[in-house]
């Protein structure tokens, strides 16, 4: 095995271990988020519940007593239509006025409770807020490790040529070899041929072109 390979091969596995590293990070990194948002979702559900139950019997109640006032109400409207009984229908107009404006009051503590809960701190939507933060965080450190993985790939493959290629390249080059192609005729044009002939077999002129 010659060292270029055995550099790969010792590249690549560092690039492996790096990519299971970066892996279970991830992983470790995610679940542990994911158990904190379960928590603070809970809690924060938890935190508003017994008012919310509180609450909704109140407007159960609220319903149920503006019902019974009403109806009330159509009756004594009715008895008036049949009997003229305009005392009774003061009396149940009173009634349900006074009734009206207690129940008004009712609603508008319960809704304040309720929405006192609700801007108690954290909402739901800070809970995201947070947790998108910690995530945009943690994708730093996350990026960091990635390029560790892209270097040790590149390291795999070397962009400059082998010395051993680069001194190929001067024997033939320097050693007088393209007189020896050039033969007994050393006219310069023909040697001048012989090292393009030289130059074209190795790919040197192309590498000078690109």
Known sequence: MGRHERAAKTSLKEAT???SGIIDTIRHDLRREEVRLEDEMRDRVESIQTILNEVSSIQDAIVAG???VKRELDKAKKRL?????????VTQIIGAATRL??????HLDSAKRIQGALARPPSAVDIIE???TDLLKLSGSWESSAREIDEAIADV???NPPIEMIELAREL?????DLILAGDNRDPENIEKSRSKLNELTGENSENHS
Do not use: F, Q
């Open 17 to 19: 271990a790096l990519a």
């Open 66 to 68: 503006a019902s019974e």
């Open 81 to 89: 239509m049949k009997y003229g009984d305009r005392e009774l229908m």
């Open 101 to 106: 404006g207690e129940l008004r009051i009712l």
């Open 130 to 132: 947070r947790m998108t």
């Open 157 to 159: 493959v070397d962009p």
């Open 173 to 177: 080059n320097d050693n007088g070899y």
